[in-house]
Structure formats: structure tokens, C-alpha cells
């Protein structure tokens, strides 16, 4: 007798389910990409096995990996912020380069002698008030006249990656270093380097992490915080609620576009030390808002999920020293993305197997709890 | 005559109009379905190298496209199972196919002894109509002297107008992606005419990725599309989800992106990096704009169910 699929939601699923749904998606995940690289040729063991040891077998490589979370913790957090609210920012990309521009901007014309807290703390504003600017050009039209904020933020990232480039590969502007004939950005001073923690690890780190904790502590404690989750529910029950949603959703914005210019900061003080495009246009913006989707808006979960994608694109460098091509990492992260987004379905829903009889009697599962609990 | 900047920018306009043209008919398609489909920069990646890749093994251009087309279809049924059976979050779902389609395209592309980034495009592309029509003047270039696929995609533009309006099959598909409880209710599949909106979604961003690789630049590069699917995307909005006014969009759109060319003819200096941000300060002002107008607002409404997925037992 053959028998057939039924799902039924679960009422609330368990720690175990939502634990262990993104786990069996991962291992999903690494089978088809077992799969891909076999069939191109490559050993998906050796693959494994290297971007292990590149991203966390010992203190370098850990050191690296969350180096590369930094960023992408940031941008994490800038998205869940933002979609919390249903308010989508695709633009962190663009946010961050404008927060480096910004950052690297300052970096050079503030004298080399300043203080590095001053320094680095006027870079990581300075980012953080371009983020939020930039962002602004997507919020205003938002807010006041309902402009769909998906298209309006996607275009400017181009808008902001042709602006970078212009300052560096396009002209000899204030950014590039003259000395040199290869376009280059002008290295920023000492004092404007992020302190370090570890060999590479700097401070940088620390500070996203402690934005992250702030954030999901002013969402879940403050007035304002609850003006966004009640926003993001439902916006005519908010505006029932007497809650200003044009107001909330350019404060919202304007704290998503932040935290991506502090991204950018960050990056500038702490990795690069000179504008440098082509390390900083490597999709960080559009990674954090499918991490940010991964951790379900938690600002909290952000913090992990960013750092296990940064295990798998730190291992990319090594990549080549088995002779395969880094791309593959960018791969992985689309078929881990994709393999968890689809477990989704499966913490909120349970999948049985019935066998086709006779139609039985309408009894939902739902009905079936309620009949129990009455008895 | 013929050389004259006026008449090369607008015949180019079409030829650099017409593989966004492609991804945004498909996309309208799809979204008129109620499926939001962010992946067409990832899926005209995919039509691109597995295109090129064709086109380089047998040097015919409409197996390319063909294969292109199937290959961006394939990538879109990805999407539809999680957007349309498993019902999660479109817009993350769009997007981890887009970070998908330009690491997997990347990852095949460079892949190989000799890797496509060093093959040379395999395929002729001879303009379709006879030099006599093509040599006429100003019309001659701009109306005459394309390939087929640019006249195709002006007929699939004019099938798809009529399709959509006027026929059954589509006002079920508009149904379906308006009201879709409705529309089941009325005997609708919804759920199978979706995923065969969405696979024409991805054949058509898969078949304008290929154009694109092979009629237009000529040369695979990784991430060669360079943003023309989000182009495509900001394409259907503006064009309020109907076909005729996307590829009126399309081709301003490609004008666009051909006018360095021809201002460096009509040696007016402007740093390339400008050049390549005017189309989207043009898209960004066009929807501002678009939005800022109440009675368009109201008459370009989106399809009700957009990005919504379809849950029979909540109806």
C-alpha cells in the first residue's frame, strides 16, 4: 500500500528541532557540494578537511576566521535590525563602503600625531554617520512617500561601489597614494590602526560583538525597541498604537546604514589600513542579510552564524594550495544559505507518513490535541 | 550617415537593452504569479557560463541560449521549492540564490584545464537581415542590423503582452498571483502553475545571461553581469509588472549603459566610474519618482500576492 506525505505545524517546536534542523541542513549543505566538487574533479575530503585546518585548527587560523567575521557580524546586525522591522535594506554593501570612505577619509586628514582612541573612535563615527546618511537617500523616500526601500538600497550599493572605485582606480584623488604608479589608497597612520587583541585579531571584533549584545538589548527592553518589533508585526496596529511609524523607520534605517559604515570602519582600521576596494567589495553586505535571515533576526544569533561563515570563506586562500579555485567558497555559502532557509520549513512543520486508505475522518491534528485536552 | 554617434548609440542601446530585457519579461512572468524571484543576477550567471561554455563547445548560438535558459530554469527550481512548497522567506531565498549563482558560475567558469576565462566566444552573431535593408539610411542601422535574438525578444515582448492580458492562461496566472486562494478555489493549480512561472522566470534570466556573454561582451568574466540582473529586478517595478513598458525601460536602460561610448566619440570627458553608476541613478530616481506620483501609484499596483506563499490550509 503506498502511503503519503501529511505536515502538520508544529505548535512550538522544540530546543532539540531547532537546534538540530539547521545542523542536518548543514550536512546536507557540504553533501551537495561533496557532490559538485566531485563531479568538477576535485576530492570533496581533502576540500573539507583544508578549509578545516585553514579556519579553525589552531589560534592563527581561529584568529583569522573571527578577524573575517568582524564585518560580517556588522552587517548581520544591520539587517536583522532593519528586516525586523520589514523595513529590507539590501544596502549594507553600498553603507559599508561609504562608512570606509568616510573612515579612511578622516584617517588621512586628521593629524598623524592624534591620540589612536581619538582617532579611531572619530573613524568608526565618521563610518558610522556616512553609513547613515547613505541609507538616509533609501529612508527619506521611504518614510514619506513609500518607496520600496529592496530597489532604492540595491541601487545605491552600485552607485557607492563606482564611487569607491572612481576615488582610487578613477582619479587621483585625496585617497590614492600618489607615490605609487599602480592605483593604490594612501596608507592611513599608525594611530589610526585598530589596537589588537591577538596576532591579527583586533579590537574590532569586540566591538561588534558588544553592538550585537546592545542591539538585541534595546530591541528587547526599550520603548524603542518594542516600537520596531510592533512595527514590524503589524503597521497599521502601530499606527492604531499612536507609534510615529515614518519617524521609526528613518531611526531604524539610520541604525542599520550605521552599523554597516562601522563595518566599513572597522575593515579600513583594523584589516585593510587604506581604502582598498577589492578587499572590501566581497559581497560582506549581501552576506549579512542571508546571516542575518539564518539567525531569524536575533541579533544574538547573529554573532555565531557570521562567524561560521567566516570559517568557510577564510578557508578560500587555501583552497589553492590543493588546486582548487577559490570561488568554490562563495558556492558553499550559497548552498548552506539555501539548505538552512529550507529547514525552516521543517521547524515549523512535522512531516509524517500516512498510508492512503479510505479519506478519514477530518480530524486535524490541531482538533486531535484539543480532543486529549478535553478528556 | 550610418557612423553618425546618434544612430550607433541607439542601435547599440537595443543590442546592450535586450539581455536585461530577457531576465525582466521572464521576471514579470513570475512575479505576475505571485513569486518574487531575487536570484536573476545568480540565475543569468548560471545562463552565462553554461552558455558560453556552449556556445564555445559547438558554436551554435541558439543551442546556447537554449542551454543557457535551461540552466537558469534549473537554478530557478531551486528557489521555487523553497518559496513556493516550502514557503520561507522570498526575499532571503532570492538572494542566497543570487550568492549561489555567482559563486557556482565563478566556481565553473575558472574550472578546467583550460577554463573558460581563457576561451574565446565560439559563436558567430551575423545580423539576421539582408545588407540591403541594413545599409539604408539611419533606419538601416537601428531598426535592420540586429542579430535575431533582439527581434525575438521584441516578439516574445509583444506574445507575452498578449499572453498576459488576453488569453486563459494568463488571467489564470494573474489570478493565481493576485488572489490565490481565489483562484484555487475556482480549480486553479497553484502551486504547479507557479513553479512553471518561476522556471520561465529563471529560463528567461538564464537566456539573457547568455546574450549578454556571448552577442554583447563577447568574453566570460567572473561576475561578468555586473549588477544587469538587479537592473532586470528594478526593471519590472518601474514597469509596473506589464512587458511593453519593460522593454521600452530595457532599452533606455541600455542607452544608458552605452553612453560612455558615446560620449568618448563625442569626446565629452567623463570618468568611466560615472558612466557606470548613471543607470542606477536613473533607476533610483525613476522609483522615487514613480512613488512620489499618487494617481501612477495607484493605477501600477503590484500583483496582491507577491512574495506572499501560498498556505491552502490558512486560506
Known amino acids: ?375 | 550617415m550610418n557612423d553618425s554617434v546618434l544612430v550607433l548609440s541607439i542601435a547599440s542601446a537595443l543590442v546592450a537593452g535586450t539581455p536585461i530585457l530577457l531576465a525582466a519579461l521572464g521576471e514579470i512572468i513570475t512575479e505576475r504569479a505571485g513569486v518574487m524571484n531575487l536570484g536573476v543576477e545568480g540565475m543569468m550567471l548560471i545562463g552565462a557560463v553554461v552558455g558560453f561554455w556552449c556556445g564555445v563547445s559547438t558554436g551554435s548560438l541558439t543551442l546556447s541560449l537554449v542551454v543557457g535558459g535551461l540552466a537558469g530554469a534549473a537554478l530557478s527550481l531551486v528557489h521555487a521549492v523553497l518559496a513556493i512548497t516550502l514557503r520561507v522567506n522570498q526575499t532571503v531565498s532570492g538572494l542566497s540564490l543570487v550568492i549561489l549563482g555567482s559563486g557556482l558560475s565563478a566556481f565553473l567558469g575558472a574550472a578546467g584545464e583550460t577554463s573558460l576565462l581563457e576561451r574565446a566566444n565560439g559563436v558567430d552573431v551575423d545580423p539576421l537581415l539582408p545588407a540591403a535593408l541594413r545599409d539604408l539610411p539611419v533606419v538601416g542601422p537601428i531598426l535592420f542590423g540586429h542579430d535575431v535574438v533582439v527581434y525575438v525578444t521584441v516578439l516574445l515582448v509583444a506574445v507575452a503582452g498578449r499572453v498576459l492580458y488576453r488569453s486563459a492562461p494568463g488571467l489564470s496566472l494573474r489570478a493565481v498571483g493576485e488572489d490565490p486562494a481565489a483562484a484555487d478555489a475556482a480549480g486553479l493549480h497553484v502551486v504547479r502553475m507557479r513553479y512553471l512561472a518561476t522556471a520561465i522566470g529563471g529560463f528567461g534570466a538564464g537566456v539573457g545571461g547568455a546574450y549578454l556573454v556571448i552577442a554583447v561582451l563577447g568574453t566570460w568574466q567572473t561576475g561578468m553581469t555586473a549588477g544587469a540582473g538587479w537592473i532586470a529586478v528594478a526593471l519590472v517595478i518601474l514597469a509596473g509588472w506589464r512587458p511593453w513598458l519593460a522593454l521600452v525601460g530595457a532599452y533606455a536602460f541600455g542607452a544608458l549603459r552605452g553612453l560612455g561610448f558615446t560620449l568618448q566619440i563625442a569626446q565629452v570627458s567623463i570618468p568611466s566610474d560615472f558612466l557606470t553608476m548613471i543607470p542606477f541613478i536613473a533607476a533610483y530616481i525613476v522609483v522615487v519618482a514613480v512613488s512620489a506620483s499618487p494617481t501612477r501609484a495607484r493605477k501600477v499596483a503590484a500583483p496582491a500576492a507577491l512574495g506572499v506563499p501560498y498556505h491552502r490550509e490558512e486560506r
Open chain 1, 1 to 375: 500500500m503506498t502511503s503519503r506525505l501529511v505536515v502538520t505545524p508544529r505548535a512550538k517546536p522544540s530546543m532539540t528541532v531547532r537546534a538540530g534542523v539547521p545542523f542536518v541542513a548543514l550536512l546536507v549543505a557540504l553533501g551537495l557540494g561533496a557532490v559538485i566538487l566531485g563531479l568538477t574533479g576535485a576530492a570533496p575530503l581533502t576540500v573539507y578537511r583544508t578549509m578545516f585546518d585553514a579556519s579553525l585548527n589552531g589560534a592563527r587560523a581561529i584568529e583569522r576566521t573571527l578577524t573575517y567575521a568582524t564585518p560580517l557580524i556588522l552587517t548581520g546586525l544591520a539587517a536583522a535590525v532593519a528586516f525586523r522591522m520589514k523595513a529590507y535594506n539590501i544596502g549594507a554593501e553600498g553603507q559599508l563602503f561609504l562608512g570606509a570612505i568616510a573612515a579612511s577619509g578622516l584617517a588621512l586628514q586628521l593629524p598623524a600625531g592624534t591620540p589612536a582612541v581619538l582617532m579611531v573612535g572619530a573613524m568608526l563615527l565618521g563610518g558610522a554617520l556616512a553609513g547613515a546618511l547613505w541609507a538616509g537617500f533609501a529612508a527619506v523616500p521611504r518614510a514619506f512617500l513609500g518607496t520600496d526601500e529592496i530597489i532604492t538600497t540595491l541601487m545605491l550599493n552600485f552607485v557607492a561601489l563606482a564611487l569607491m572605485n572612481y576615488l582610487i582606480f578613477g582619479s587621483f584623488s585625496f585617497w590614492r597614494d600618489p607615490t605609487r604608479p599602480v592605483p593604490q589608497g594612501n596608507t592611513i597612520p599608525d594611530s589610526a590602526a585598530m589596537p589588537v587583541i591577538s596576532g591579527r585579531l583586533h579590537v574590532g571584533f569586540a566591538i561588534a560583538v558588544a553592538l550585537a549584545v546592545l542591539l538585541w538589548w534595546v530591541l528587547r527592553n526599550t520603548t524603542f525597541g518594542f516600537r520596531v518589533r510592533t512595527i514590524g508585526d503589524s503597521p497599521r496596529a502601530a499606527r492604531y498604537a499612536g507609534i510615529g511609524v515614518p519617524f521609526a523607520t528613518l531611526a531604524v534605517l539610520a541604525i542599520s546604514g550605521a552599523l554597516a559604515g562601522v563595518a566599513g570602519a572597522i575593515e579600513v582600521s583594523g584589516v585593510t589600513n587604506r581604502l582598498d576596494p577589492k578587499s572590501l567589495a566581497i559581497e560582506l553586505g549581501y552576506t549579512g542579510i542571508v546571516i542575518a535571515a539564518v539567525a531569524r533576526l536575533n541579533p544574538l544569533g547573529v554573532v555565531p552564524v557570521a562567524i561560521f561563515l567566516a570559517a568557510i570563506a577564510t578557508a578560500g586562500g587555501s583552497m589553492q594550495s590543493i588546486g582548487v579555485r577559490v570561488e568554490v567558497v562563495v558556492m558553499m555559502q550559497g548552498l548552506i544559505f539555501l539548505s538552512v532557509t529550507a529547514g525552516e520549513f521543517f521547524v515549523t512543520n512535522r512531516i509524517g507518513l500516512r498510508p492512503a486508505g479510505p479519506p478519514e475522518p477530518a480530524v486535524t491534528a490541531a482538533a486531535a490535541d484539543a480532543l486529549e485536552g478535553a478528556s
